[in-house]
C-alpha cells in the first residue's frame, strides 16, 4: 500500500552483487536484523522477494508494499526500490535474468504464492551450502520460476482501486479500519447494489471486500502489537467483537498468533 514511511536505517545491508547475475536464476536468503535496509537500488533483472518470517517492507517506485509470512513481492526489472523492516525478520531473494521474466507481471507487485512455489522456496532454504552451482538446484529454481509465472498478482497486499465508488469506501475502511458496516451499508452509500459492490471487489481488487478489510486491520494491527498493546485491546480497537476472532484472521494470514508473530 502506498504511505509516507520513514526507512530504518540502523543497519545497511548491502546485495550480493550489482553489475551482474552469477546465474540465469539466483537464489539466497538473509536474516535482518531489527531496523535493517538495502540501499536504493536498479538492476537490470527482476527480483521475488519472499518473507519466511517477520514483515518485509519493499518501497518500489511509489508503491509501498508489506510482505508478512508467506506473502511475496516481485520486483520488476529497472525498478529502482530499496527493502527494509522495523523487526527481525528472514526472507529470500530470487533473482531472475531479464529474458526468463516473460511469463512475469511488468510491473511491480505482491504475489499470492501457491503451496507448490512455497515448499520449493523451503526446500531451498534447507539445502545445506555450497549447493549452489549443482544442476539439480539449476533444474529446480527454473521450475520455480515457471510456477511463480502463474501466481496470481495482486498489486499490492492492500491494494487500491481508480473506481470512484469502490475507493470512496475503501478510504473510508483505510480511515477507520474498525468500522463494521456492513457490505450492503456501503455499497448503499455509494448507491450501489451488494452484487454490484462484489463484483467491483473482484474485479478491481482481486478479492472480497471482506478479505480486503482483514488485510487492512492486520497492516494496522502491526504497529499496535509491536508498541506491546495487548491482542484483545487490538482487537476491540479494530472492531473485533472478540480477540479469538481477531486470532484466527491472524493465523489465517500469516500462519502464526498475533504474539508469537511479533515475538
Known amino acids: 500500500m ?10 545497511v545491508r548491502q546485495p550480493p552483487f550489482t553489475d551482474q547475475l552469477p546465474a540465469p536464476v539466483f537464489f539466497r536468503t538473509e536474516r535482518m ?3 535493517a535496509t538495502y540501499p536504493v537500488l536498479r538492476h537490470a533483472w ?3 522477494v519472499y518473507s519466511y518470517s517477520g514483515v518485509t517492507e519493499v518501497k518500489a517506485g511509489n508503491a509501498h508494499f508489506i510482505a508478512p509470512p508467506h506473502l511475496g513481492l516481485w ?3 529497472e525498478v529502482e526500490h530499496t527493502g527494509f523492516n522495523h523487526h527481525e525478520a528472514v526472507h529470500c531473494s530470487v533473482y531472475i535474468r531479464r529474458d526468463l521474466c516473460h511469463g512475469m507481471p511488468d510491473v511491480s507487485c505482491a504475489v499470492m504464492v501457491t503451496p507448490l512455489v512455497r515448499s520449493i522456496l523451503e526446500h531451498l532454504r534447507d539445502l545445506p551450502d555450497g549447493t549452489s552451482n549443482e544442476p539439480g538446484r539449476a533444474r529446480l529454481l527454473r521450475v520455480l520460476v515457471d510456477q511463480l509465472s502463474v501466481c496470481r498478482a495482486t498489486g499490492s497486499f492492500v491494494p487500491h482501486s481508480v473506481n470512484p465508488e469502490l475507493n470512496t469506501i475503501l478510504q473510508l475502511l483505510r480511515d477507520d479500519p474498525a468500522d463494521n458496516r456492513t457490505i450492503i451499508e456501503l455499497a448503499a452509500m455509494v448507491n450501489l447494489t451488494e452484487r454490484t459492490l462484489m463484483r467491483r471487489c473482484q474485479t478491481e481488487l482481486g478479492m472480497s471486500l471482506t478479505e480486503w478489510r482483514q488485510r487492512l486491520r492486520f497492516v494496522a494491527a502491526l504497529p499496535m502489537l509491536r508498541d506491546g498493546r495487548s491482542v484483545e485491546s487490538v482487537a476491540f480497537d479494530l472492531g473485533y467483537a472478540s480477540s479469538s476472532a481477531f486470532i484466527a484472521m491472524f493465523r489465517r494470514l500469516t500462519g502464526s498468533s498475533p504474539k508469537r508473530f511479533v515475538a
Open 2 to 11: 502506498q504511505r509516507g514511511i520513514q526507512v530504518p536505517t540502523a543497519h
Open 33 to 35: 536484523p531489527a531496523h
Open 46 to 48: 527482476g527480483e521475488f
Open 75 to 77: 520486483i520488476a526489472p
